[in-house]
């Protein structure tokens, strides 16, 4: 093919979900995308929210579009920060608008809401979900999970720092010595280190722990202390916790107590992938806090660490924040759409050879992520809970 001729179009629309402040290309991308010879269409104003401006999309060689419907109808592939499952209470307006033969690639939450994916398959479109990417060295440029966390995981700190009616640092001042603040990590993967090393350089003295043991040392080399629960190790696959029973989870509550006590910041991201997050700080817990503490609840969209936790509330009880998180990363819009566009651009270049779509189907990386293609669900697990 010559060099100028450019084959696939790939459309960007405007983020739909409440409160999705992201976009899933922002204009550095559409000129790499460019050189590799695709097309590039945008929905006006996508990028509005996360500070990037339609003439800078058109700038780096975009075409801005005014009609959702025409980006739809223009684009061989939609890219979405949020589609299918992750856009629940609109992604059937999206789905009227996809034809038969589309790819979507963006966050589908497949697991939690199957039947979406099923009809995604039933409208023949294929779909990438990039929440799936297996955690491989070869996948990390695309890991939509950790940059995304990352940016929670320092959100989280600086919500706290401002809702606490302390400092952070150590000062040695005339009016007296300030004692640095006292911040407890529990969960200590992407979004608990950066949560470490965020409260760290703010000063704060530190204190963190994790099922995984592996943990231990990333939480020593960013100068935390590690809290041993002397509960058993429990990693899983890839690099994830493993689920436990109750008992389990009963004994770490219980361990966990007196350093939740004397802490005066909780930020709590323990998880397990496709299950209930495990309730680590009781209602009893919370009350043993001094007024004015906080719980940061990074996973209270998959139901929190605290009892007390409400997504998208904040709970007091007792004089004691129970903050419970809910899409961070769109807080950080700009920087947080930057990651997930270079993410989603190395995904798609995998996907991609001379401007065409050219998928191994025997790749892990598209073997992990694709769950429909040819009319069907075709990830194992998606097919295992429509049943
Ligand atoms: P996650 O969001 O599923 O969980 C967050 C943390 O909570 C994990 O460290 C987990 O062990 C911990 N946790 C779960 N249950 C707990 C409990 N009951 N008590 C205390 N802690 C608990 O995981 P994540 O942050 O997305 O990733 C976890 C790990 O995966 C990383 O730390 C890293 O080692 C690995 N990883 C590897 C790659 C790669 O190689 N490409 C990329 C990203 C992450």
Do not use: W
Request: hydrophobic letters at 45%; charged letters at 20%.
């Amino acid at each position: 093919m010559p060099d100028d001729v450019k084959s696939l179009t790939v459309g960007v629309p405007r983020e739909t979900y409440p409160g999705e402040r992201r976009v899933a290309l922002i204009p550095a991308a559409v000129s790499a995308l460019n050189k590799a010879k695709l097309n590039v269409v945008i929905e006006t104003e996508a990028g509005v929210q996360a500070g990037f401006a339609d003439a800078d999309y058109a700038a780096a060689g975009g075409q801005v579009i005014a009609s959702r419907g025409e980006v739809f109808a223009t684009a061989d592939v939609i890219l979405q920060v949020r589609g299918a499952g992750a856009n629940r209470l609109h992604a059937r307006a999206d789905f009227d608008l996809l034809r038969p033969g589309q790819l979507l690639i963006g966050l589908c939450d497949p697991f939690a809401e199957p039947v979406l994916m099923s009809e995604l398959a039933t409208r023949n479109v294929s779909s990438f979900a990039l929440e799936l990417l297996p955690r491989i060295t070869r996948a990390q440029s695309m890991d939509v999970l950790s940059s995304q966390a990352s940016l929670a995981g320092y959100k989280a700190v600086v919500l706290a720092a401002s809702g606490l009616p302390r400092m952070f640092p150590m000062m040695m001042t005339a009016a007296g010595t300030i004692a640095a603040a006292k911040v407890f990590v529990i969960g200590a993967g992407v979004a608990g280190l950066q949560a470490i090393a965020t409260a760290r350089r703010m000063g704060a003295v530190v204190r963190a722990t994790d099922v995984r043991s592996a943990a231990k040392e990333n939480v020593l080399s960013l100068g935390a202390r590690f809290i041993d629960m002397g509960v058993e190790d429990a990693p899983g696959v890839g690099g994830y916790a493993k689920g436990m029973d109750a008992g389990f989870y009963q004994r770490q509550q219980a361990a966990l107590a007196p350093t939740i006590a004397e802490s005066d910041v909780i930020i709590t991201t323990a998880a397990v992938p496709g299950k209930k997050a495990p309730i680590l700080i009781s209602a009893d817990a919370v009350r043993s806090m001094s007024p004015g503490s906080l719980v940061v609840d990074l996973a209270a969209e998959q139901g929190g660490n605290c009892e007390l936790t409400k997504p998208g509330e904040t709970v007091i009880e007792n004089g004691v924040s129970v903050i419970g998180c809910v899409n961070l990363p769109s807080t950080v819009p700009y920087h947080a759409s930057q990651m997930f566009s270079r993410n989603v651009t190395s995904f798609l270049l995998l996907l991609v050879q001379d401007g065409r779509l050219a998928i191994n189907r025997e790749d892990e990386i598209v073997q992990g992520t694709l769950v429909t293609a040819g009319g069907q669900v075709v990830h194992p697990k998606v097919r295992e809970l429509l049943g």
